[in-house]
């Protein structure tokens, strides 16, 4: 679940855990982000509004929100604590339009899936009281992503940690590590794609160059009349044998001005 609220930081409008996928590391990753115009053309389905928060329902609200985004976290943690599907509709043998017309209608009594729990499942108590919390009638009684991710934090921190546990633990900080290392290393790739660059256009005009980078053939050109311009700098050799690299370029430009002016 804390692999899960670290994907969700932003507003998604859409989760369901069938946008939940695990990879081989055994990390959650939420797909389906952003897409505002996919999402805003395409109506839901009355399947996926079984994790739609009430408010969402009432207006019609394609893109979502934050706090609806929370609701829909707690559907999706209801459905890993009870080990069933959402709202397990073969139970409360309800239709799938009657229970969204029963969220819909809300009340002072909402209706919520029953976390009926497994007695041999070892489950903090106060895990289900974050659910409840999480999926109440108001948005703004819902608590933030912040406070939904510290307080899970605090849950797991005085569990004893089996070896499974450990292993998952191990993996977690393996892909946050190494999605740092790879941040990392293409702001550097980036860096000195600019530094080839500036050096590549140096060398060759900017169109010539960005020809062949695409792997283009740079057509030669023929011109009737050209003009070559011939210029030299009085005592070079023996200024260079007295002067490092940086002080030879900066007296030769002084030299060219110079002799410019004059």
């Not at 934090?153 to 993996?171: E, I, P, R, T």
């Amino acid at each position: 679940m804390t692999a899960l609220i670290r994907d969700i930081c932003e507003q998604h409008g859409h989760l369901t855990s069938k946008c939940c996928l695990v990879d081989d590391r055994w990390q959650v990753k939420v797909e389906y982000y952003g897409l505002k115009l996919i999402k805003t053309s395409e109506p839901k389905t009355m399947k996926s509004l079984l994790w739609t928060a009430p408010e969402i329902i009432r207006n019609s609200n394609l893109v979502g929100t934050k706090p609806g985004d929370i609701y829909s976290f707690a559907i999706i943690c209801a459905e890993v604590v009870t080990r069933k599907a959402p709202w397990n509709l073969a139970e409360i043998f309800l239709s799938e339009e009657e229970l969204i017309y029963r969220v819909k209608k809300g009340g002072v009594n909402p209706l919520r899936p029953t976390l009926n729990i497994d007695p041999s499942l070892e489950l903090n108590p106060s895990l289900l009281h974050l659910i409840r919390d999480c999926w109440a009638e108001e948005p703004d009684v819902r608590p933030k992503i912040d406070m939904v991710k510290s307080l899970l934090k605090a849950m797991q921190s005085g569990q004893s940690n089996n070896l499974m546990d450990h292993v998952f633990n191990m993996l977690e900080q393996y892909a946050s590590n190494l999605e740092q290392e790879v941040e990392e290393r293409t702001k550097e790739l980036v860096a000195e794609k600019k530094k080839s660059d500036i050096l590549l256009y140096r060398m060759l005009p900017r169109a010539v160059a960005d020809k062949l980078k695409l792997g283009q053939v740079v057509e030669p050109e023929a011109y009737d009349q050209v003009t070559v311009f011939f210029s030299d700098v009085v005592s070079f050799t023996t200024l260079a044998s007295r002067c490092i690299p940086l002080q030879v370029k900066f007296q030769q430009k002084k030299k060219i001005l110079k002799n410019h002016r004059l």
